[in-house]
């Protein structure tokens, strides 16, 4: 089921870098397919245990049968009070994949993927309200000019956003082949995929909150991680990784260094790992063209 679901990225990499203690309790945040689950599930012993996180419901057909495996069917971004509602007070370590499960990309009717024409759905837990065609059909202009702006880096958003208005006040916008038909004047020719990946990823973020997640998890695991505790997050875009990056490096999100007057030593809580950032080998990305984007970084708490 796996590799029909999801492969997992950096794999061997990021499993090494949480240094499993075999009677550890472990959480894998963006559980998905479970690759990353039932490897860190075949380094511990009976006495370990893993929470896996996943906000989509989809991904309980890959949830193990094992008494070691705890399934939270919601945000990573409620970390802290689930692993107190399961009885552990701290953790030894936290993995987080924070890509697009190829499952969601794949299937047509979730709206991820401009390959499809479907619904401009995009959430990854269906329980929410909001939605892509939300987003686009009821935002003020201002508000779609940022979020393409700040989440898809795109530079021409403003001219972007005009055909958007324009054209749903004609016809609300509802598909993935309407909305193509709308913002067409706006795509470079020989650069569409790329520049369309760039739009999708900006109503993604939006829709499902990915960024203030994430924030809210990287805060969080500082709190719950022990001493000597690994946080492992691998990521695939540069917001996503500024957020990691700057938090592993100074202890917040914004990457503002905190020194201790007397004699000017940085004052943070994690010592990093890996100092260069961990990528896919050639070989990876023969199998897996997805990783081409993958940046794994290493933190233990100090």
């Not at 393409?148 to 005009?162: I, Q, S, T, W």
């Not at 067409?184 to 990915?210: D, F, M, T, W």
């Not at 500024?242 to 809580?269: A, C, Q, W």
């Not at 897996?288 to 933190?299: D, F, G, M, T, V």
Request: proline share 2%; glycine share 6%; net charge negative.
């Amino acid at each position: 089921m796996e590799t029909v679901y999801h492969v997992p990225v950096l794999l061997e990499e990021s499993i090494s870098g949480l240094n499993i203690q075999s009677e550890g309790v472990y959480m894998d945040l963006t559980f998905g397919g479970g690759g990353h689950s039932r490897e860190i599930l075949r380094r511990m012993d009976a006495k370990g245990c893993l929470l896996g996180f996943d906000q989509d419901e989809d991904a309980l057909v890959n949830v193990p049968d094992d008494d070691r495996f705890i399934w939270v069917n919601h945000n990573f971004k409620y970390l802290h009070n689930f692993m107190r509602y399961y009885g552990h007070e701290e953790v030894d370590g936290i993995l987080a994949d924070l890509g697009v499960s190829s499952h969601e990309f794949d299937e047509a009717d979730r709206g991820f993927s401009f390959r499809f024409d479907a619904e401009l759905d995009m959430r990854m837990n269906r329980r929410k309200s909001l939605t892509a065609a939300i987003v686009l059909n009821t935002y003020e202009a201002d508000q779609l000019i940022a979020i393409f702006r700040n989440y898809g880096e795109v530079e021409n958003a403003r001219r972007l956003v005009d055909f958007i208005i324009r054209a749903r006040e004609v016809n609300p916008i509802h598909t993935s082949d309407e909305f193509y038909q709308v913002i067409s004047p706006c795509i470079p020719r020989l650069k569409e995929k790329k520049y369309l990946a760039k739009v999708y990823q900006a109503l993604r973020i939006e829709v499902n909150g990915e960024l203030d997640a994430l924030k809210e998890m990287m805060i969080q695991s500082m709190k719950v991680l022990k001493p000597g505790g690994r946080l492992v997050v691998i990521t695939y875009h540069s917001l996503e990784d500024r957020i990691v990056k700057n938090f592993m490096k100074s202890g917040n999100v914004e990457g503002k260094v905190d020194k201790d007057l007397l004699y000017g030593h940085i004052n943070h809580n994690f010592e990093l790992i890996n100092r260069k950032v961990i990528v896919s080998s050639e070989e990876e990305l023969e199998r897996n063209p997805r990783a081409r984007s993958a940046k794994l970084r290493i933190a233990e708490k100090k």
